[in-house]
């Protein structure tokens, strides 16, 4: 196996066509489990075998805990993308960041608009040996091309469908 390398630079240039471009597409396919419930009991597996995981409601929402959930994925996906973005940046502007973390804050609970669901998101970037003006504009700058916080602050595009 080669040793992992950090994505081209060349990613950071931008964009000048009309429509979406994906560059990487994947599926998740989540089952029911047990309990014919995939919050509950449920497997979620990737179309190329690499992610596979047992779902488990945690025991703050009445299940027994012991597997991961929905919430922890998507901090996981927030933080890794996120933290890509900023080292891309860092490196562009030549800073050295070493030991920087992000941390995803994923909260789920009750919407007050609708009264049924809503997840908010805390994301907290340690950046130590950087000075704070400079940090500060690394998140900044971040924030406008890491995919996960332009979805969380504006939206996505979705498309839901039945498919028998």
């Known amino acids: 196996m080669s040793r992992p390398r950090p994505p081209a630079q060349a990613l950071l240039d931008k964009y000048r066509g009309g429509d979406f ?5 994947t599926s998740v396919t989540v089952r029911g489990g047990e309990a014919a419930h ?17 779902l488990r409601l945690p025991v703050e929402l009445g ?21 890509g973005a900023l080292s891309m940046l860092a490196e562009r502007a030549g800073l050295a960041i070493a030991d920087v973390s992000v941390t995803a804050i994923i909260a ?6 609708d009264g049924l669901f809503a997840l908010s998101a805390d994301i907290n970037i340690h950046l130590p040996g950087v000075a704070r003006a400079v940090a500060e504009e690394l998140v ?6 890491c995919p996960y916080a332009k979805m969380a602050q504006g939206g996505i595009e979705c498309v839901v469908a039945l498919t028998q």
């Open 108 to 113: 789920f609970g009750r919407d007050p608009v």
């Open 140 to 145: 900044r700058n971040t924030e406008r091309l």
């Open 21 to 25: 471009q994906p560059l990487y597409a």
């Open 38 to 54: 995939g919050r509950a009991s449920g497997i979620a597996m990737s179309d190329d075998g690499a992610l596979q995981v047992e």
């Open 63 to 83: 299940g027994p805990g012991g597997g991961t959930n929905p919430e922890q994925l998507f901090a996981a996906g927030y933080a890794a993308c996120f933290h």
